[in-house]
């Protein structure tokens, strides 16, 4: 009887969705998103008053997000977009605001999100996403997916700009980077957890670069512009986000 109260308990209070073909589509159009919806601002108003802005969204994000004690598809949905463009401008601001070289930020992050796994390791013992079931565990998991956001901005930038591959050749490079853990999971047995946490930081720069080569002129992008390429990705997610809420595929109880 316990088991089975304990086993409720955790099913209630799970706090992330499944991880589906939707969960990843949706990542990556809030990468993207985050993306171009972070350049678009800081470069259309003041930055610190996008910056501000941004900070704002992630507060109300994160704070709803940890309020509700189910997984809600769209206050989890927009707590990983207000991440993704936080996690954006908070990449940027090191090189733009203080001249800091892209590769010192991408290794300045991967450092704080090594120190990140390392404590929610050692507290919680596990890392896995499907335990994510009570406040600590969520804390120390959105502590992760902001520390993996900056980083994927700082390495997408790092490739397309101080390595000169362009946003195209950096797309390409992190869609390879993507599916290696995919295939070596499903081939070779790779762990599990491992896998995931690899593919999720690569969607990051993955999606960033495909954005910015829809939306930038330089770098061999196409020029669309930042304001319409956020544009078709706010559509997509919310198409998205809105069909998973109807139909509940991403959660295991679907009569949630």
């Known amino acids: 009887m316990k088991k089975i109260i304990s086993l409720l308990s955790r099913q209630t209070l799970r706090k992330v969705p499944e991880i589906t073909i939707y969960f990843w589509i949706i990542k990556l159009l809030t990468t993207a998103m985050g993306e171009s919806t972070s350049d678009y601002l800081v470069q259309t108003i003041n930055p610190v ?26 206050i989890y949905w927009f ?16 090189h733009v605001g203080f001249g800091i070289p892209y590769i010192v930020s991408t290794i300045f992050f991967a450092v704080v999100l090594a120190i990140v796994f390392f404590i929610w390791h050692k507290n919680e013992k596990t890392l896995s996403i499907h335990s994510i079931a009570n406040r600590r ?80 002129p330089f770098l061999g992008g196409l020029g669309f512009g930042d304001a319409k390429v956020s544009a078709v990705l ?23």
Do not use: C
Request: hydrophobic share 60%; glycine share 6%; proline share 1%.
């Open 137 to 216: 565990r969520e804390i120390f998991y959105w502590a992760t997916v902001l520390a993996t956001f900056a980083l994927g901005t700082a390495a997408g930038d790092l490739t397309a700009s101080t390595f000169n591959l362009g946003y195209l050749s950096s797309a390409i490079l992190f869609a390879i980077l993507f599916a290696i853990p995919a295939i070596a999971y499903w081939k070779f047995g790779l762990n599990e957890i491992f896998a995931f946490w690899f593919a999720y930081i690569i969607t990051r720069p993955l999606g960033a670069s495909f954005a910015d080569w829809f939306g930038k």
């Open 49 to 74: 008053v996008a910056v501000s802005i941004g900070a704002v969204g992630l507060v109300i994000g994160l704070l709803l997000q940890l309020w509700v004690r189910k997984y809600i598809a769209w």
């Open 234 to 256: 706010t559509i997509l997610i919310i198409i998205f986000v809105a069909y998973l809420s109807i139909t509940h595929k991403d959660s295991k109880n679907k009569s949630e």
């Open 79 to 94: 707590a990983v977009t207000m991440v993704a463009i936080f996690g954006t401008m908070a990449a940027d601001v090191l």
